[in-house]
């Protein structure tokens, strides 16, 4: 059964930095790109970061570029999300998700919430 | 960019209804479109990919159409279970959200 179970969630104040962590089980980690999507509280989801099953390749939204650094370790089976200069508007529950051919996201997490704020 | 935009934002309907749920495309992104429905306080669920392909352990009542910039997810007989928010995704160039129909009981 695949599981990702995402950590590292918090309060932070503005300009701050929180590291968060999915830790994946029950497929091959290293075979599958992954990515990152947040949700706002009573908003829609936003497609954050990715990053390719070797980890050579990331990508990133606009609005996180320069602020958010995705990374993996493929031994430990866990996604990172270094998450720099936070601000309000990051506030949002972040999901990590499984990338089937660096297409659709077939499997997520419960999601790890990130509340920006003085 | 590519932006996504879904019709209607909210939507009221009966259990038995057949629903249909419109999204666009700002450019054509062929048939690489997703749909994910999500229940409040839990993680979206993936139903279609590639416009029309249903996921593993869906019910066959859901069912996605289209191509270019313009697709539908059409519920036949909306279920208890089926009240939700549904999003559609876009993955030909990056990914990108629509901003979600929210099936609500008639």
């Known amino acids: 059964e695949v599981q990702l179970l995402e950590s590292g969630g918090g309060l932070v104040q503005p300009g701050g930095s929180l590291r968060l962590s999915c830790a994946a089980s029950?497929?091959?980690?290293?075979?599958?790109?992954m990515s990152w999507v947040r949700q706002a509280p009573g908003k829609g989801l936003e497609w954050v970061s990715a990053?390719?099953?070797?980890?050579?390749?990331?990508f990133y939204a606009d609005s996180v570029k320069g602020r958010f650094t995705i990374s993996r370790d493929n031994s430990k089976n866990t996604l990172y999300l270094q998450t720099n200069s936070l601000r309000a508007e990051d506030t949002a529950v972040y999901y990590c998700?499984?990338?089937?051919?660096?297409?659709?996201?077939?499997?997520w997490g419960q999601g790890t919430l990130v509340t920006v704020s003085s | 960019d590519i932006q996504m935009t879904q019709s209607p934002s909210t939507l009221s309907a009966s259990v038995g209804d057949r629903v249909t749920i419109t999204c666009r495309a700002s450019?054509?992104?062929?048939?690489?479109l997703a749909w994910y429905q999500q229940k409040p306080g839990k993680a979206p669920k993936l139903l279609i990919y590639?416009?029309?392909s249903l996921e593993s352990g869906v019910p066959s009542r859901f069912s996605g159409s289209g191509s270019g910039t313009e697709f539908t997810l059409t519920i036949s007989s909306l279920q208890p279970d089926d009240f939700a928010t549904y999003y559609c995704?876009?993955?030909?160039?990056?990914?990108?959200f629509g901003q979600g129909t929210k099936v609500e009981i008639k």
């Open positions: 995704q876009q993955y030909d160039s990056y990914w990108t």
């Open positions: 590639k416009a029309s």
């Open positions: 998700a499984k990338v089937r051919d660096l297409q659709s996201f077939d499997y």
């Open positions: 450019q054509s992104i062929s048939s690489w």
């Open positions: 990053m390719s099953a070797s980890g050579i390749s990331t």
């Open positions: 029950g497929f091959t980690f290293n075979n599958y790109a």
